[in-house]
Nanobody, 119 residues
């Protein structure tokens, strides 16, 4: 059974930093593309950052230069380092592993972790 467990969310002030973690189990993690999404109240879920199995990263424009996604394959964990947080970064952050043509057909999601940034 595949599980993704996010942690690290908190209530912080504007300008603070947080590091989110996504721990995976039951899947060939080192082969997986992993994405972080967020969903703000009343808004659609949006992709924030992604990291390929080769460590290539991609970010939405709003977080470029402030967020860093990384992975530790031996620990089956992906991190999202978030610096210079802004109130508009508030939302529930989700970890996602999409289907892989060479591996699995399901789209896996964690339960989410709440990030709240006060002004």
């Amino acid at each position: 059974q595949v599980q993704l467990v996010e942690s690290g969310g908190a209530l912080v002030q504007s300008g603070a930093s947080l590091r989110l973690s996504c721990a995976a189990s039951g899947i060939a993690f080192s082969s997986a593309l992993v994405r972080w999404y967020r969903q703000a109240p009343g808004k659609q879920r949006e992709m924030v950052a992604a990291i390929t199995r080769f460590g290539i990263t991609n970010y939405v424009g709003a977080v470029k230069g402030r967020f860093t996604i990384s992975r530790d394959n031996p620990k089956n964990t992906v991190y999202l380092q978030m610096n210079s947080l802004k109130p508009e970064d508030t939302g529930v952050y989700y970890c996602n592993i999409p289907p892989a043509t060479s591996g699995w057909s399901n789209d896996y999601w964690g339960q989410g972790t709440q990030v709240t940034v006060s002004s």
